[in-house]
């Protein structure tokens, strides 16, 4: 199942990062086309959304853990694949690469990157998201937390694959990755 994140406020972008176009298209519908043509099933949209595959967010203010939180309790045990709305340049074979990558940890993620990730969804997943969702401290509910909870493997990244993992948070992060 893949997944893409697209709860989040956008405030540094100054406007929904979902709805900016890439490729003739909006960035949310490009990012479900590549995780479908990397070899998912079905794709599901973290955040609160007017769109058919939207699983609304739980715990608002809470991040990507909130919004991957929301997934989890939806779609139960599951392996998924997940990606940021807001990372243009990822190509279905990078993520075919991690998807079918052989690694028996958890979660599996490119070096030094926290997304995208495969993450597995069983009991001891689910424990790791529950207890990081319960913490008082905001800093301590991240993707990267709950990566180091359940165990993870990287994968090593050429620097063309590096190129495709290229956020966009700002308008000027936006400018540089037009082709």
Do not use: Y
């Not at 995780?35 to 595959?53: E, M, Q």
């Not at 709305?85 to 990078?94: E, F, G, K, Q, S």
């Amino acid at each position: 199942m893949g997944v893409v994140l697209a709860g989040g406020r956008s405030s540094r972008m100054g406007r929904d990062k979902a709805l900016l176009h890439w490729q003739g298209r909006p960035l949310l519908e490009h990012q479900c086309a590549t995780l479908l043509a990397a070899g998912v099933d079905d794709v599901r949209i973290s955040g609160a959304r007017a769109h058919p595959l939207a699983i609304p967010d739980r715990h608002p203010q809470r991040g990507p853990l909130g919004g991957l939180s929301s997934v989890v309790d939806a779609l139960g045990d599951v392996a998924l694949l997940i990606v940021p709305v807001d990372m243009p340049r990822l190509t279905p074979a990078l993520l075919a690469r991690l998807r079918t990558a052989e690694a028996c940890a958890a979660c599996v993620h490119f070096a030094d990157h926290v997304l995208p990730m495969r993450l597995r969804v069983d009991a001891e997943t689910r424990a790791a998201l529950d207890a990081l969702m319960a913490a008082d401290d905001d800093r301590a509910r991240s993707l990267r937390a709950l990566r180091q909870r359940v165990g993870a493997h990287a994968l090593p990244l050429s620097a063309a694959e590096t190129a495709q993992l290229r956020d966009c948070n700002t308008q000027a992060d936006w400018d540089e990755v037009q082709p």
